[in-house]
């Protein structure tokens, strides 16, 4: 069997030591399980453009596997911001019925892409 990847071929962008940066909170409750809420804040770097390119999740409620499976999928998304996909496209791919509120995920990039825009808004005065 001869299988071929499409690779997306880009040079991964990288980002100056020091950059501005916003935080914001996220409270998410299941809405399949009651009871069932995380608490987080999401840290967005940005740069010279103001385009978030890197995602942190720090201060979880409750703590415990969940922070860890929050922390790889920062890695992640930061990977693949730094590597030519914008935001709202990674945003795009997550949430089963395309609403921030479905997963904590897609409700963590919701939050930064509200903090992109307020970035935006305050031309950068935020370094």
């Given at each position: 069997m001869n299988c071929r990847a499409q690779v997306r071929q880009s040079a991964r962008q990288s980002l100056p030591e020091r950059r501005p940066n916003m935080s914001g909170l996220?409270?998410?409750?299941d809405q399949t399980q009651p009871g069932l809420a995380y608490?987080?804040?999401?840290?967005v770097g940005f740069d010279a453009a103001l385009q978030v390119r890197e995602?942190?999740?720090a201060d979880f409620a409750p703590d415990g596997?969940?922070?860890f499976l929050f922390e790889d999928t920062c890695v992640l998304i930061s990977h693949l911001l730094q590597n030519g996909y914008g935001l709202a496209e990674v945003v795009g791919k997550l949430g089963r019925d395309k609403t921030a509120s479905r997963t904590p995920m897609?409700?963590?990039l919701a939050v930064a892409m509200e903090l992109e825009q307020a970035m935006v808004q305050v031309g950068g005065d935020n370094r």
């Open positions: 996220v409270m998410w409750q608490e987080f804040t999401v840290t995602v942190f999740a596997m969940v922070r897609a409700s963590m």
